[in-house]
């Protein structure tokens, strides 16, 4: 049998005006800044609106730590929207935006796979509705405003040494990691070492997709430290007057974006912070919008439950006051199977002891994401080569460990193949099973809060991190800091920092390597390994072989 | 009598929706991608589908040199578009976008004045449709690829002190001007000496407006020569796979945008490359299109005539084959009065001495537009505070210069005050009277190019040009760019190289100082005197004024 590629499904998906889309929420044709036909914000007029509304129900789709074998989340995330319209539940998928310029490495993504895809995925994968742009000239118009500060004088008597604020461009350029800028005479300013992140990077990526509204975003956005004194007293962006500016550039960029799936549901696609060193969720805008639209929403967040679902609930529900009423954590049997020790290359082969052993890891997620008080659903995202045998394994243990695994076919057969999940979904849902808290207090200190994630979700002896950072952790706290959430910065491939360990490792440390502070997005990064923030492109990038092909359609972008 | 700001007009325009602006020019909902409800691109299908259609008339708006007193090109070649449609010829306005990042640093400008604008003027000024971000993002591509062939074994051999090929950035940002890259070791590359200029600098820039449909646009990407080899051999952006993948980036910035007069007429604002380095003018794709679509097209090129309109007409009517019908030379009373040597203080005082005394300006223009063959008249924008008799001093003199001077009175009346103006445009477009010619052939030395621009338009003696850089031009004669239009980068605001001589002065020579070759644009720049690439903001950026009122309008930008 042969299958079609995901762009081939999508470029054959009959797409409904987006006015149709919005309509089913209804928000109607004034209230939606279209972008062409099938693409629109969702105005912040209508937004102000529906604050009244009362909320749907959240869904939150995570999956297992990732291997190669692919776990399929965001592919759950939209066959999920799809089946709970299917059974007639109103509902709207809220995922992340993609990164321009790492396309132009690798080939491109998909948003979802098989029939279960928002569209129109090659705009999502390009220029989309131009909010990477906008946080791009948001950030580097702060940037420029500090050296032209201290050009004209340096009033504040900044310390070039320590500007703390990169400049970004959404592309992967190895070469802007690290420069010297400012060279070529008195004209050009004062020589000093600077460099670039990729824009997922910028804390003002983390601000937007954390703002309550376009009050909040300023606010923030002036609370973010740009660099220090010689005296170590930090300087701010509202100290340099970029706030109101940025704020402008990025007005428009605080609208979610309004696409449909293949199905012709609405999905809200808006934001997208990196993982690692901030959230790694859509917008709290959007997430926020779409409650008030729908009966049911259904987000995702990065990476595996250890990283993503453990931000979600202690950073982004904390923050904007949201609370899931399910969460589905995704697993595979090729995923369970590379935990368990079988190679890539061997995964066609039946193996059911090999899913078994690698099952661990999916009960510390689930344990883990019922510790915040949320009652758990396993989605076995289904691949063809699964047999019978492999997947009743995973349900087994699932069901030993005091929890439900459903197949669900989604791939291969849109809301039909997971009519069964999103049934169990909406039942769960509806119980109000849910008592959700995050696992530590805002008060408790901020190593107190690395210890208690890394113990309780990681299951890791202990922290080790230097005097130095412990005590960079409590200058924090001094200056009011104490009350922010952590955000963890480690491999997605473990629970631990290796990415060799799978499974359910026992009997390691978490070692801290550097700690930073984003005062404006809100949190600490706690750093456990190397991050990269800006990438650079492969040997032979994916570049090379894109060009419009004689009927103007993209190739090679996929 | 207190007149309305522009800004203040501009909001209380009433705006159609975009599709009633374009189905006056027969554009049907389908073929517009609507940005918004005021703002859309037209589709490349459409622009395909009426390749056919006859074309109308063009006419050129240009401009004695500017002076601090305004001369109101933009507004004029508005209030000319209204004052058309108001005689009941279908016209459509062509001008180019605004740049962002300028912005930031000095208050932004409008897209005209008084009653003769073009909105959704805020939009314009921010990010618009993303034209200038795709721009960004394409050039910067080609950047990082360079940077990577070179990090992966450099098969291509590129000296890499001979890397031409620069970063760009929409944002005023001197700190880029100079810097060195790649530095913090093996794994960022080779560091080299690099820079940014700003986004309407880059040649993709000037390539996106003169192509004449993509497969145009990418050939020319390719052509673009990005460095040269130790032995000073030229590399392409073809050789660094980059043409394809940057057109895809360009595609839809390709589309020329569609927006509205504050009469409700149709305007094309599309591209916008510097009018020094580059050849000033909007889009090739958007004039060409709204020819196809209008009885007249109305457009403009940047500075004086002596810079604009000789770029227009040797370069964008020489490449896109296209001919003027008639030329509007814009002149005020008030820039007359500063040719003739008053202070901008003392404007408000009537002195039509010196108005005649700075008439000389104006004659040498009107003359030198027609020598190209083609029709002139001059239109007085009209100043309140201009008396009759100094109005009569210019019409006088033009009159004895064989040509015709109209006061307009778009400014203050919209369409109302234009119409004598349009008329009169009219007669003299429908009665053919033009006879279009280039003023030098392909075919001339690049050299004697430059010579017949400095003595037959500036009135210079001679042109001043060290051996090497004639050497240089012979060069590229003998690989083949003979052919090409020159492209003069010089001061705006006299025909001499230094800026303070006004009127119209004798006796001077042209210096050459640098030449470049933009091989994909398809033209050799001759630098006669500093260029400023990257801009950097002043001492208080307007930028620190900007931001979001209670209402949710932008405070500060205009």
Chains 1, 2 share one sequence.
Not at 178 to 196: C, D, K, M, Q, Y
Not at 366 to 390: L, M
Not at 403 to 418: D, F, K, P, T, V
Request: aromatic share 6%.
């Amino acid at each position: 049998m042969a299958f079609k590629t995901d762009i081939e499904i999508a470029r054959a998906a009959t797409k409904l005006p987006i006015q149709e889309i919005g309509a089913k929420l209804g928000i109607s044709s004034d209230d939606l800044l279209p972008y062409g036909h099938d693409k629109a914000k969702v105005s912040q007029s209508f937004i102000n609106s529906v604050q009244g509304n009362k909320n749907g129900k959240l869904v939150l789709v995570t999956a297992i730590n990732p291997t190669p074998a692919g776990e399929g989340k965001t592919t759950t995330t939209v066959g999920l929207g799809d089946g709970l319209n299917r059974i007639g539940r109103k509902a709207a998928v809220c995922i992340r935006e993609a990164s321009l310029g790492p396309n132009f490495g690798m080939k491109g993504g998909a948003a979802g796979g098989g029939n279960a895809q928002v569209v129109p995925m090659e705009e999502m994968n390009l220029h989309f509705t131009g909010d990477f742009h906008a946080i791009t000239s948001a950030h580097n118009l702060l940037s420029a405003m500090i050296d032209n500060h201290i050009y004209w004088g340096n009033e504040l008597e900044i310390d070039t040494r320590r500007v703390v604020w990169r400049r970004v461009l959404d592309m992967n350029d190895r070469a802007l990691r690290t420069i010297t800028a400012s060279l070529g005479g008195v004209a050009n300013g004062f020589p000093r070492e600077a460099g670039f992140d990729i824009t997922v990077a910028s804390e003002v990526m983390a601000i937007l997709c954390l703002a309550n509204n376009l009050e909040d975003l300023q606010k923030r956005l002036g609370d973010m430290i740009v660099a220090y004194r010689r005296d170590r007293t930090p300087i701010y962006a509202r100290d340099i007057k970029a706030d109101g500016a940025m704020t402008v550039l990025l007005k428009d960029a605080m609208q979610p974006n309004l696409v449909q799936t293949l199905e012709n549901n609405p999905a809200f696609v808006h934001g997208g912070p990196f993982a690692n060193i901030a959230h790694g969720c859509n917008s709290v805008i959007a997430t926020t919008t779409a409650l008030k639209l729908a009966d049911f929403v259904v987000t995702e967040a990065g990476f595996g439950a250890d990283l993503g679902a453990e931000k979600f609930l202690n950073i982004k529900c904390r923050k904007a006051g949201l609370a899931p009423s399910c969460v589905v954590v995704v697993a595979t049997v090729r995923a369970m199977k590379m935990n368990g020790g079988v190679a890539k290359a061997d995964l066609g082969a039946e193996n059911v002891d090999a899913v078994k052993k690698g099952c661990p890891n999916l009960g510390r997620h689930i344990e883990n994401v019922k510790s915040f008080g949320v009652p758990v659903v396993v989605a076995i995202n289904h691949f063809v080569t699964d047999t019978d045998a492999e997947v009743q394994a995973v349900k087994d243990f699932v069901s030993e460990h005091g929890s439900e695994a459903i197949l669900s076919r989604h791939w291969e057969l849109g809301s039909e193949g997971s009519a069964e999940l999103a049934t169990r979904v909406a039942e769960i849902a509806d119980a109000d099973m849910a008592n959700f808290a995050p696992i530590y207090p805002d008060d408790m200190s901020l190593f107190d809060k690395i210890d208690t994630i890394a113990k309780r979700i990681y299951r890791a002896d202990e922290v080790l991190m230097d005097q130095k950072l412990r005590n960079q952790l409590k200058d924090w706290e001094a200056q009011g800091y104490g009350n922010l959430p952590v955000c963890m910065a480690k491999t997605q491939y473990s629970f631990t920092t290796d990415p060799e360990r799978r499974g359910a490792p026992t009997g390691f440390s978490v070692p801290v390597r550097e700690v930073r502070l984003s005062a404006g997005a809100g949190f600490v990064i706690a750093i456990c390994g190397e991050i990269m923030t800006m990438p650079g492109l492969p040997r032979v990038p994916s570049a090379e072989a894109i060009k419009l092909n004689a009927d103007g359609d993209v190739e090679g972008l996929f």
